[in-house]
């Protein structure tokens, strides 16, 4: 049940089906809101510490993960333009006869960046990297460095169940059941993105700024543009 404070009281409003159904209707906007908040929190994770490692980390999290989190909605836009739907069921039948990676080849390799973002690994390890002496996480530890760990961890496998079921066809799949499918191709897109942790080298904040600002965004953009007219 969801609880909404109505002036001085407070107002329940029962839990539905229809409810259910309405969020289903709008995944990728509720998928945006979650990155949004994602940033925030982690900025907040940073901020709260009261430090200026800490700090340093917040705001290079947010540096980088705000025009990514663009770089992901464009591609999360395009996919969804075939479907005709901003709801996740619908853009995975939208792949019967071809997979979105297929048809947007550079879909799946730029929302992949989305994932080491928002987990900050491999080039985009800005907040809790070395030279900053551990960065957001630099007062944590035990318990609570564990619950982080975690929810990093947690980050990179949302981000592959979307990116398996957004551009892989999802469920989708010969002999196997559905979620069989789901899973194999979310702990696929998983080693990869562990692979790309390890392989690729970071590069010094600025120019990696430079590199989203004038390359990846503009051609996410071109993508989505391209994506919207083959779909008309």
């Known amino acids: ?28 906007v509720w998928w945006g809101a979650v990155e949004a908040l994602t940033v925030v ?12 490692f800490g700090l340093i980390g917040a705001y290079r999290y947010v ?25 996740l069921p619908q853009i995975v039948e939208s792949q019967r006869g071809l997979w979105n990676v297929i048809r947007q080849p550079l879909g799946l390799p730029l929302f992949l960046l989305l994932g080491l973002s928002l987990s900050f690994r491999g080039p985009f390890n800005y907040a809790d990297s070395a030279d900053i002496a551990g960065g957001t996480a630099a007062e944590v530890s035990g318990a609570p460095r564990l619950v982080w760990e975690f929810a990093r961890l947690a980050m990179l496998t949302a981000v ?13 799949g010969p002999w196997l059941p559905g979620p069989a499918w789901l899973v194999l191709k979310t702990a696929t897109l998983l080693l990869v993105l562990v692979c790309l942790t390890e392989q690729l080298a970071r590069i010094s904040p600025s120019r990696m700024m430079t590199l989203i600002w004038t390359t990846l965004l503009p051609l996410s953009f071109l993508h989505l543009v391209w994506a919207g007219v083959l779909a008309l």
């Not at 929190?41 to 200026?52: C, Y």
């Not at 540096?63 to 709801?87: D, Q, R, Y």
């Open 63 to 87: 540096a980088i993960g705000l025009p990514v989190m663009l770089i992901s909605m464009f591609m999360l836009i395009a996919a969804a333009l075939p479907a005709e739907s901003l709801a």
């Open 1 to 28: 049940m969801y609880a909404a404070l109505a002036g001085s009281g407070v107002a329940i409003v029962p839990f539905s089906s229809a409810s259910v159904l309405a969020d289903l209707e709008v995944g990728i």
């Open 160 to 172: 592959a169940a979307m990116a398996a079921s957004v551009f892989l066809g999802g469920y989708l």
């Open 41 to 52: 929190v982690v900025f907040l994770h940073g901020w709260s510490a009261n430090a200026q």
